[in-house]
């Protein structure tokens, strides 16, 4: 493939696309964008090989046409050459450090090497400006005075790049493989157990609000999916993401869902330190107020978008949001730290008492390697639930008081089961209403805790 042409031709056919959307009166939807597009990248390759004839070269066969014109189509509307990485099913996540260094993340945890995804670092960088500003909806800046992006694409897969305060343009594309998801489906899994899964289950119906706390890559957003799953197809839902990860609104299940997506600005910052454009969650989550909402999903929270966390919790209706995080425990004074980037007003006394008053659970989920030489040396990953913790309002000196419902399994016992029951709040017995399984529960107590 003469990937220098496709990327000649790309732009090309991009320049000829924008002026005839633009002549044209009417506002042309996607797939009749890609069927005209279609139309003048067969022009394009026809006058390249026409030109290629001409300059004494052999004239190009079928299905060299065929494969060249593909691979600008790819370019102009999908993700040119790492298009057949992201159609993989072996890959789940794409590390890119330099055109040429590429390394593919699949699905059992090992690590292999990837095609170069340019010819060169400068030609990534203008794939991923021409990708980030292509979005009728919601296009995003890259440049250098903006070097770092967050893009969703197609299929539900996530994109992060920086360049330009990179030594390298980087990128990482995170593909969501489990869409359509139960906590059933994680049991099988064995991301949870039975009585694991009967008591998140039951906490959604009776809407408690729930953190999803882990590592990248841990599978937050899956276990969102699955808690989702659990909510009534007729309640009206409302997400408030930074990127569509969760994409409720397409899975099909809940009759109506409400999507929000925080939009970056550009251009240089007015008075109020905003920048032209901007439209945050906070934003968001004062207009979906009067949307008649039964639930409100934060998605991650990673700095002072936690406002929007805690007043969906206080409304109230069961909110559901994920975090970085080494332990549960460790999740609380994460949020208690985000809240306090709001602004000087947010004191740490403040911050405690609102998310003790509005977290109900944290649901901290692990990812570790299994190692194995029996039948070819490999690896493969296992995430699962090690801990739930109840919080609550506590003590002055922290401000919080924090329960192990479920414990994570000590490696003296052997067990590969993940969580396992600890300590329960006499409150949350009456959880076994919503079809809590109470007494398996208190059978896997230790001894010592047992009623």
Not at 155 to 179: E, F, K
């Amino acid at each position: 493939m003469d990937w220098t042409l496709v990327t000649a031709l790309r732009a090309q056919a991009s320049e000829q696309l924008s002026q005839s959307v633009a002549a044209d009166r009417t506002r042309l939807d996607r797939a009749a964008q890609e069927e005209l597009g279609r139309a003048v990248v067969l022009d394009l390759v026809d006058a390249a090989m026409a030109e290629a004839v001409n300059a004494g070269e052999s004239a190009w066969s079928p299905q060299r046409q065929r494969v060249i014109a593909q691979a600008v189509f790819d370019a102009l509307f999908r993700l040119g050459r790492l298009q057949p990485l992201v159609d993989d099913d072996r890959v789940e996540n794409i590390i890119i450090a330099g055109f040429d260094h590429v390394l593919l993340e699949l699905v059992d945890g090992s690590l292999v090497d990837g095609p170069r995804v340019a010819e060169s670092d400068e030609e990534l960088i203008d794939f991923l400006v021409f990708l980030a500003s292509r979005s009728e909806v919601n296009a995003r800046s890259f440049s250098q005075a903006q070097p770092r992006l967050h893009l969703r694409l197609d299929g539900g897969s996530r994109l992060a790049a920086a360049a330009w305060v990179t030594p390298r343009p980087s990128v990482v594309i995170r593909r969501h493989r489990l869409m359509h998801v139960t906590l059933e489906d994680l049991v099988e899994r064995g991301a949870m157990t039975p009585v694991v899964a009967s008591f998140l289950r039951a906490a959604v119906r009776a809407r408690k609000s729930i953190v999803v706390s882990g590592e990248q890559g841990a599978g937050k957003t899956t276990l969102v999916r699955a808690l989702c799953a659990e909510i009534d197809p007729l309640e009206a839902i409302g997400t408030f993401e930074t990127e569509y990860e969760l994409h409720l609104h397409e899975l099909g299940r809940h009759k109506i869902v409400h999507p929000w997506e925080a939009r970056p600005g550009s251009g240089e910052r007015g008075p109020d330190g905003r920048q032209a454009g901007e439209f945050t969650l906070d934003e968001a989550l004062v207009d979906s107020f009067r949307f008649n909402l039964s639930r409100q999903i934060v998605g991650e929270v990673r700095g002072r978008e936690i406002w929007a966390m805690i007043k969906a919790m206080e409304s109230g209706t069961g909110s559901i949001s994920t975090t970085h995080s080494t332990d549960a425990v460790a999740a609380v004074r994460k949020l208690v730290t985000c809240a306090m980037e709001a602004g000087a007003h947010v004191t740490h006394e403040l911050a405690t008492s609102k998310l003790a008053a509005t977290v109900d659970l944290i649901v901290h989920l692990t990812m570790d390697s299994i190692h194995t030489v029996q039948g070819g040396d490999h690896s493969r990953r296992r995430r699962r639930v090690t801990e739930v913790v109840a919080v609550a309002p506590g003590e002055r000196a922290t401000g919080y008081a924090t329960t192990h419902v479920f414990r994570t399994d000590s490696p003296e016992s052997g067990s590969s089961a993940g969580a396992l029951p600890g300590v329960l709040p006499d409150d949350y017995r009456a959880l076994a209403e919503h079809g809590f399984d109470l007494a398996g529960y208190l059978a896997g107590q230790p001894t010592g805790v047992r009623p």
